[in-house]
């Protein structure tokens, strides 16, 4: 644990695992050999998330060449912790996970630190390699396989040093959570997330629960679902979540998962490929809801640089504009959309300074 103090009382934690991402861009795809993508793809499961060891990690970086995949660091509560610091907003954000070994000059720490993301409670494990994750960009879906590395060990850092952390994340105004590979982690965060409201009412807490959480539901993740007050889903998530085919109709799919999750002032921010959309219930119409539908300007392949963490990016900027306050949700998701796309089109070395633009160019409203 890092010996620094927090001094001021933060608007948002967020805590997630963190992962060393590798990956392979759609260019890069083009230039290997199609029998070597076609073995690697093997290893996946197409547009989801698979657990692995880590030598199957190895095997496919051996197999595809290092210098096919671009390395960063990554995690999705550390990517929208990360861009929502980036902004200049005047947001104060911190982070708790595990950060183990890093990747070449690649430092979680580091970039904490440069971004002034507080790390008062966040675990180092210097002698455990980080979670990995591998991406692939097969006809513009992705799939993943992803180790968990250092990140079993969250469980434990949360037992030792819970007091501390339910101090730290009940004085913040929103919580921010995601998806860690095991059961024991999950019934932890349910813990803090009601202690923390217990001691602070106010807190609002928001989660992106990811595929492999919702793939293998268990009492204290669907517990996490029905503590948020935002949860956030991209479509085959919103799909799995539901029960419910591609066919259905999505406000069917909503007001299930508003049924069994969602609270009086539940939202839910489903991502699409062409669109976003806000469910929430309707006041005095039990088993309804309502929508709002905000266009997507659709980017073409091959304009897009790297679309790793594009999701939780469009997260940052919705969280943004919520703890801003003054602002609708049409402001609300613009502001994400546009970080969104920023992110998609920027290459990584200018991605801060088009993020802190976006932010610079939006404009709030009360819609």
Same mark, same amino acid.
């Given at each position: 644990?890092?010996?620094?103090?927090?001094?001021?009382?933060?608007?948002?934690?967020?805590?997630?695992?963190?992962?060393?991402?590798?990956?392979?861009?759609?260019?890069?795809?083009?230039?290997?050999?199609?029998?070597?993508?076609?073995?690697?793809?093997?290893?996946?499961?197409?547009?989801? /998330?698979?657990?692995?060891?880590?030598?199957? *990690?190895?095997?496919?970086?051996?197999?595809?060449?290092? =210098?096919?995949?671009?390395?960063?660091?990554? +995690?999705?509560?550390?990517?929208?912790?990360?861009?929502?610091?980036? $902004?200049?907003?005047?947001?104060?954000?911190?982070?708790?996970?595990?950060?183990?070994?890093?990747? +070449?000059?690649?430092? %979680?720490?580091?970039?904490?630190?440069?971004?002034?993301?507080?790390?008062?409670?966040?675990?180092?494990?210097?002698?455990?390699?980080?979670?990995?994750?591998?991406? *692939?960009?097969?006809?513009?879906?992705?799939? %993943?396989?992803? #180790?968990?590395?250092?990140?079993?060990?969250?469980?434990?850092?949360?037992?030792?040093? #819970?007091?501390?952390?339910?101090?730290?994340?009940?004085?913040?105004?929103?919580?921010? @959570?995601?998806? %860690?590979?095991?059961?024991?982690? &999950?019934?932890? !965060?349910?813990? $803090?997330?009601?202690?923390?409201?217990?001691?602070?009412?106010?807190?609002?807490?928001?989660?992106?629960?990811? #595929?492999?959480?919702?793939?293998?539901?268990?009492?204290?993740?669907?517990?996490?679902?029905?503590?948020? =007050?935002?949860? %956030?889903?991209?479509?085959?998530?919103?799909?799995?979540?539901?029960?419910?085919?591609?066919? &259905?109709?999505?406000?069917?799919?909503? /007001?299930?998962? @508003?049924?069994?999750?969602?609270?009086?002032?539940?939202?839910?921010?489903?991502?699409?490929?062409?669109?976003?959309?806000?469910?929430?219930?309707?006041?005095?119409?039990?088993?309804?809801?309502?929508?709002?539908?905000?266009?997507?300007?659709? *980017?073409?392949? =091959?304009?897009?640089?790297?679309?790793?963490?594009?999701? =939780?990016?469009?997260?940052?900027?919705?969280?943004?504009?919520? @703890?801003?306050?003054?602002? +609708?949700?049409?402001?609300?998701?613009? $502001?994400?959309?546009?970080?969104?796309?920023?992110?998609?089109?920027?290459?990584? /070395?200018?991605?801060?300074?088009? !993020?802190?633009?976006?932010?610079?160019?939006?404009?709030?409203?009360?819609?």
């Amino acid at each position: 644990m890092n010996s620094r103090q927090q001094n001021r009382m933060l608007d948002i934690v967020g805590i997630g695992a963190l992962n060393i991402d590798f990956t392979v861009t759609a260019e890069k795809m083009k230039e290997l050999p199609p029998f070597k993508v076609s073995e690697a793809a093997r290893s996946f499961q197409f547009g989801a /998330e698979c657990l692995v060891d880590e030598s199957k *990690i190895e095997e496919i970086i051996s197999l595809l060449g290092r =210098d096919s995949f671009r390395t960063t660091l990554g +995690g999705s509560a550390f990517n929208t912790i990360c861009a929502m610091a980036a $902004l200049g907003s005047g947001i104060r954000a911190g982070f708790s996970g595990m950060a183990g070994a890093g990747c +070449g000059s690649l430092s %979680f720490q580091n970039s904490m630190d440069e971004l002034s993301v507080d790390r008062t409670w966040l675990g180092e494990c210097g002698g455990e390699s980080s979670g990995m994750s591998i991406s *692939i960009n097969q006809s513009g879906t992705r799939s %993943f396989i992803h #180790y968990p590395g250092c990140n079993r060990n969250m469980a434990d850092f949360l037992k030792a040093n #819970y007091s501390g952390i339910l101090k730290y994340a009940s004085e913040a105004r929103l919580l921010h @959570l995601t998806q %860690f590979s095991s059961y024991e982690t &999950a019934a932890m !965060l349910e813990k $803090l997330i009601k202690e923390s409201r217990s001691e602070n009412p106010l807190i609002m807490v928001s989660c992106d629960p990811g #595929y492999a959480w919702l793939r293998n539901l268990n009492p204290s993740v669907e517990a996490i679902l029905r503590l948020s =007050d935002i949860i %956030f889903l991209n479509e085959k998530e919103f799909s799995l979540l539901s029960g419910g085919g591609n066919a &259905a109709d999505d406000r069917v799919k909503a /007001e299930v998962i @508003l049924s069994m999750y969602g609270g009086p002032a539940t939202m839910l921010v489903v991502k699409k490929e062409t669109e976003i959309k806000l469910y929430s219930p309707s006041i005095g119409k039990p088993a309804s809801s309502t929508e709002r539908n905000f266009a997507i300007d659709v *980017i073409s392949i =091959d304009k897009i640089s790297d679309a790793t963490g594009a999701g =939780d990016v469009f997260a940052a900027g919705f969280l943004t504009a919520l @703890l801003l306050g003054g602002s +609708g949700m049409a402001a609300a998701v613009g $502001l994400g959309i546009g970080l969104m796309r920023a992110r998609l089109t920027a290459a990584p /070395e200018n991605l801060r300074q088009e !993020l802190e633009r976006v932010f610079r160019e939006w404009k709030p409203d009360s819609c």
